[in-house]
């Protein structure tokens, strides 16, 4: 059967070709709705002739030698082993070989079945091998390939489907997929496990709008997990939602993070918070304890821990933690300063450890390290970037290190062209932007041309067409004076992304509406526990306001300890989706937030 349309695009832009601008629709929930729309094609008896030839034994463990047959035969043979041999690398993982083996063979010259398995196998291995582009093309061709063949549940159509829109970073389409296939028992528990981190990725913003529909009973358990303070509120909800719906796959063979809820767990029944309270650190580690005793207050568990606050202003962090034992803490919250966190590490503590910052190098068993690091808000950024399919960057940073980190970070991970600008104070802004946009080395080429021939030759600055976006390491005012400097130099019309530092401010954020903010939580939630401890500490005055919120998820990561111990593992905190690294380290995940008239509005 031979295809006369080569490709069959599912982009809702069909205009772009790169990452994330080429991409997967909303899977549907009809099993020959999966964009197998009306296909133009012609010949539909295959091209192939004489009888299917048999199937040969094949080793995983020696695909050179099928290689070897396959090259040393013709037609149908030649294409099954190699088609064979592609398989053998891949199970090996040795992905690389397995493309180049598949594009030995002519897929026409297969049987009808595995032309089937060819278009699966390519897919396959574009993502295995991280080529969007690629993956998208094998993911259109086994689409339109497969309208005739066998049914798509019996195949792995729909889990590399998910596999497709999870490289690019499309969760809501990568679970549409996933929730299609039908496993067997003995794969039931990991695909379950697999749809409730695509659910978690989805995140809470997207979730509250995708109840009430098709799928609706999925995403109110999602909604009630991640919407519940603590570990108690969570088992309620989870019983409740399965006696409300008790043959859903997730009420029959629960995912392992929500089985594990009806479990006993170790929870500690005293906790020290150790925190400066006086001296240079005081603001922040009162700020800190606020946020944990106000959360600690608005948990609904019975019988929660007991409470011990130490000062680490007055006495050495070895000798609080020798009292702490003696105390019957169970587990230290703390220290907050790198110092003492460090010479706490020094002790190998014999209690779990929650250090509210980050050691340099990996921590170790008992301790776990959660901060507030710029280095999470920049991988987010790029994830939010990726998403929106930008390519060239423009990243400008006022050169301080918490800036420095970030941009480091973004440009590490950056897989396209990247420009990066510093300044040297607010005054130089708009002088930096001219020389990043090309305006500067313009007007200098103008004047020098001018002094050549004698005249005054009339410049008209244009912006520059290869940008698609700027990254902003910027405080609030330095943000506020990058604006008419974009304008003035032809680039506002280029979207910018910046950090939470760029909204922190008790003014309206007017000057700033169209910025993509990575913000945390705490900034744009509106629950009981948050209002309150805006209303009560004044924290859109203070200057350690994000560290209330640190508070608070301390006390959410203290109530799960057991049960936050795998990268599976997540919190939706109010410092951001919460995940614990094998090195012991709480990453964050923000959400994000576009300035419009003057405020933050969460956006998906």
């Not at 729309?37 to 091209?47: G, K, L, N, P």
């Not at 510093?422 to 930096?432: L, Q, S, V, W, Y």
């Not at 209330?548 to 300890?561: C, E, F, K, P, S």
Request: glycine share 6%; net charge negative.
């Amino acid at each position: 059967m031979q295809i006369l349309s080569a490709r069959f695009r599912l982009a809702s832009d069909p205009q772009s070709r790169r990452l994330g601008r080429e991409r997967p629709l909303e899977v549907p929930h009809s099993q020959w709705t999966l964009g197998l729309v009306i296909v133009a094609m012609s010949a539909c008896q295959s091209t192939s002739s004489g009888p299917d030839v048999e199937q040969p034994e094949w080793d995983p463990a020696a695909p050179l030698a099928l290689v070897q047959r396959a090259e040393a035969s013709h037609g149908r043979q030649a294409a099954t082993l190699f088609l064979r041999a592609a398989e053998a690398y891949g199970a090996l993982d040795d992905w690389v070989t397995a493309e180049a083996t598949l594009q030995q063979l002519d897929p026409q010259a297969l049987s009808t079945t595995d032309e089937v398995t060819f278009y699966l196998a390519a897919l396959r291995t574009a993502i295995r091998l991280e080529q969007p582009d690629r993956a998208q093309a094998a993911w259109d061709t086994a689409t339109l390939g497969m309208t005739e063949h066998r049914s798509l549940r019996t195949s792995d159509y729909y889990p590399l489907t998910s596999e497709l829109c999870e490289l690019l970073r499309r969760y809501r389409c990568a679970f549409d997929a996933l929730v299609q296939y039908q496993p067997e028992a003995a794969n039931r528990q990991a695909v379950h496990d697999r749809l409730w981190t695509l659910m978690n990725r989805v995140g809470p913003n997207a979730t509250q709008t995708l109840t009430g529909g098709e799928r609706d009973p999925w995403w109110q358990l999602q909604l009630a997990m991640t919407t519940s303070f603590s570990v108690h509120e969570q088992r309620g909800r989870f019983s409740a939602w399965t006696e409300l719906w008790p043959n859903h796959p997730f009420a029959v063979t629960p995912p392992t993070v929500l089985a594990r809820l009806l479990l006993p767990v170790w929870v500690p029944r005293s906790i020290g918070l150790m925190i400066p309270l006086n001296g240079s650190l005081a603001a922040a580690g009162r700020a800190v304890r606020d946020g944990f005793i106000a959360a600690y207050l608005h948990d609904p568990t019975p019988n929660k821990p007991r409470l011990k606050i130490y000062d680490t202003a007055i006495a050495a962090t070895p000798e609080l933690y020798e009292q702490s034992l003696v105390d019957g803490m169970e587990l230290i919250v703390g220290p907050l300063s790198k110092q003492n966190l460090r010479t706490m590490a020094g002790l190998n503590p014999e209690v779990p450890v929650l250090g509210l910052n980050y050691l340099d190098g990996p921590g170790t068993p008992a301790l776990r390290q959660l901060g507030l690091a710029i280095e999470d808000e920049a991988r987010t950024i790029v994830d939010r970037l990726l998403l929106d399919a930008r390519e060239r960057l423009l990243v400008v940073h006022n050169g301080e290190d918490w800036a420095l980190r970030g941009v480091q970070t973004v440009a590490a991970a950056w897989p396209y062209g990247i420009e990066i600008q510093p300044f040297a104070d607010i005054k130089t802004i708009p002088e930096a932007i001219g020389e990043a946009m090309r305006v500067t080395a313009s007007q200098t080429r103008r004047q020098a041309l001018s002094d050549l021939l004698g005249v005054d030759l009339q410049f008209l600055p244009r912006p520059r067409s290869d940008l698609d976006g700027v990254v902003a390491f910027v405080s609030h005012i330095e943000a506020a004076a990058l604006v008419p400097a974009l304008k003035f130099h032809f680039a506002d019309h280029l979207p910018v992304y910046a950090s939470s530092q760029s909204a922190r401010t008790i003014n309206s954020l007017s000057e700033l509406n169209g910025f993509h903010i990575s913000a945390m939580p705490f900034d744009l939630d509106d629950d009981s526990l948050t209002a309150s401890i805006k209303q009560n500490f004044d924290v859109a005055r203070s200057t350690v306001g994000a560290l209330y919120a640190l508070g608070v998820d301390a006390y959410r990561i203290a109530d799960r300890w057991q049960l936050f111990a795998t990268e599976n593992d997540q919190i939706y905190g109010s410092t951001g989706r919460l995940h614990l690294d094998a090195d012991g380290r709480i990453r964050r995940t923000l959400a994000w937030a576009l300035v419009s008239r003057g405020e933050l509005t969460p956006t998906l």
